[in-house]
């Protein structure tokens, strides 16, 4: 696993079409249990280096129901976007993830990963490719069972998303709860 990682975080296939460079952004072993499958980094976490170190990272831990030291204990969260570096910034959030990184990498990281109990897809990047079809994200989420016991699909936890979670308050009153007892179970 370590040698892949080397090997994505060395990628410069997308060079010439990232604003601030490449910066691979991406941690798992091979013992890994959760997997979050996100959209891309953002400008901050580019900047720093360390995935999901931003508000939308904050709201994620929560909804998880867990601290930064589960978060980032790789053993617990392997974290596989769907773009690795930042694409750049659109007139609300980011752009979308660069269509490169998951099909060529994402198949070589999840033959290395062997304890995986669940797959949690965040947004609508990751859940169209994961979990392809004709429902939109929220009623992926609403229908979160359907996807169980492999996928898990939630909105992005970005600021940018606070009017979907205020129009739908149904998904931190009631899959929240569920998902944060699926997490405590698994990581025991």
């Not at 998880?64 to 007139?91: H, R, S």
Request: net charge negative; proline share 9%.
């Amino acid at each position: 696993m370590e040698d892949l990682l080397c090997k994505i975080r060395d990628c410069r296939v997308c060079e010439d079409h990232l604003p601030l460079g490449p910066n691979p952004i991406l941690e798992a072993t091979k013992n890994s249990k959760i997997v979050l499958i996100s959209q891309a980094p953002g400008r901050i976490v580019h900047e720093t280096g360390i995935a999901w170190n931003d508000q939308s990272g904050k709201k994620l831990r929560e909804w998880l129901g867990v601290d930064e030291k589960a978060f980032y204990d790789t053993e617990n969260f392997a974290i596989l976007p769907m773009g690795f570096c930042y694409p750049g910034k659109a007139k609300t959030g980011d752009l979308p993830p660069r269509k490169e990184c998951a099909p060529m990498w994402h198949e070589e990281v999840w033959e290395e990963l062997e304890n995986t109990q669940l797959k949690i897809v965040i947004g609508s990047y990751a859940t169209n490719y994961y979990l392809p079809g004709s429902s939109n994200l929220t009623q992926k989420v609403k229908n979160y069972q359907d996807y169980l016991p492999e996928f898990w699909p939630l909105p992005h936890p970005s600021p940018v998303n606070r009017f979907w979670r205020s129009k739908n308050p149904w998904f931190e009153e009631n899959v929240v709860p569920e998902l944060q007892q699926k997490i405590a179970e698994i990581l025991g």
